[in-house]
């Protein structure tokens, strides 16, 4: 069934929550003929994401999503069949008010942070209850079919095969960013948060006996990059080179372009919880750079994750891949953690391959969304 859906979410300090609910307002549209609206409030950082956007503009439609800004002042408007609170975001006090009063109620869910702890299954789908009366009910992504799913849309790994089966498609689009690899290089990504450990890894690189180019899309962890470098800022399309480490600076691309950037490395080191994803379905060898947190919970999700991603593997290339995500996110020992990749390489990617392929047996989170809410409309 065909329903109204507003999107709420706040940008606190990365991309990730506007990442991950752009992509899903786009899915709701194009792929379950959903009425979206979403709501932003930080505009900048939407159309950093969505580049046709205009961070001005308080109503725009993109993809066929009505893209609003939330404003600190809110103005009445009608609420949606659906209203979703994205990743604990606080909704405005006279929205609920109106939700409440709406014949039907809106039904009412939290999307939650995505996990691979065993406690998520029990938690997706549970009531809250609220004083207004109001439906709501906690919406847990997740790795199992117990879960909410993971967000992928219907033709990603379609779109994936092909152009990893065409070196001319792949050429073209790093030609695009001004990418041009020797055929002797590996092709590496990093997109992470700042890691004291960074400069150790990059004198290994640079150090070691494979040619390496290493792509960094713009964001945080530039800081520590210019440290190891020395010089002046580091701008897209500033190029360095030591010993066997060439560096490029990248600048920061719409989604569907870091999915290619993604699927044409053969490593990928990711952040946060979108980039992960988008590493998972690219069917190549990663790294996850879990966000921090300061009661250190974010430890217990590397580790359930580990669990989950290395199941299947002979149990040397299983410890070494999980030893070098274990030191990558300790920021010490990188280095070492690497070169003890190096025998295990071509079976991490055909296990990269088959972990991609055995998530993408499930249905997806946007799916599952549509499906769970026609039981309650």
């Known amino acids: 069934m065909k329903a ?7 940008v606190v300090d990365n991309y990730g929550d506007v990442g991950v609910t752009w992509r ?4 709701l549209v194009a792929e379950h003929g959903q009425s979206v609206r979403l709501w932003v409030d930080d505009p900048r950082a939407f159309a950093r994401l969505c580049p046709p956007a205009d961070p001005a503009s308080p109503r725009q439609w993109q993809a066929g999503v009505e893209v609003r800004i939330w404003p600190s002042a809110w103005r009445p408007v ?11 975001c606080q909704l405005p006090a006279a929205f609920r008010q109106a939700m409440a009063a709406r014949s039907p109620q809106s039904l009412w869910l939290n999307l939650e942070y995505l996990s691979a702890e ?3 299954a029990g938690c997706h789908g549970l009531p809250s209850p609220q004083p207004e009366g109001l439906r709501k009910f906690f919406f847990f992504p997740g790795f199992s079919a117990a879960t909410g799913g993971l967000l992928r849309e219907r033709e990603l790994l379609k779109m994936r095969d092909a152009f990893q089966a065409d070196p001319l498609a792949r050429a073209a689009f ?6 041009v ?35 960094v899309p713009e964001g945080r962890v530039l800081g520590d990059l210019q440290r190891w470098a020395g010089g002046g800022p580091l701008a897209p399309g500033r190029r360095l080179e030591r010993g066997a480490l060439q560096v490029q600076v990248l600048p920061f691309v719409a989604q569907p372009d870091y999915d290619r950037l993604l699927w044409s490395c053969d490593f990928n080191l990711v952040r946060g919880e979108d980039s992960l994803l988008r590493g998972l379905w690219a069917g190549r060898p990663l790294l996850w750079d879990i966000y921090k947190q300061a009661d250190e919970a974010h430890l217990d999700k590397l580790t359930a994750f580990a669990e989950l991603y290395l199941a299947g593997l002979p149990a040397e290339a299983s410890a070494a891949l999980g030893h070098f995500w ?3 996110n300790a920021g010490a020992g990188c280095a070492e953690a690497w070169r003890a990749l190096r025998p295990w390489r071509s079976l991490l990617r055909q296990h990269a391959r088959s972990r991609s392929a055995a998530l993408a047996g ?8 549509v499906h769970f809410c026609a039981d309650w409309l």
Do not use: H, K, M
């Open 174 to 179: 790093l030609a695009g960013l001004g990418v």
């Open 24 to 27: 899903l307002a786009r899915q």
């Open 118 to 120: 065993d406690w998520v």
């Open 326 to 328: 274990r030191q990558w």
């Open 4 to 10: 109204t859906w507003d999107i709420f979410c706040s």
């Open 362 to 369: 499930q249905s997806d989170l946007a799916a599952r969304l």
């Open 78 to 88: 009608q609420p949606a069949d659906v209203v979703i609170e994205a990743f604990a």
């Open 181 to 215: 690899p020797d055929e002797a290089q590996q092709l590496i990504s990093l997109f992470c948060y700042e890691n004291g450990g960074l400069g150790e890894w990059l004198d290994g690189l640079a150090g070691g006996e494979e040619p390496t180019l290493l792509l």
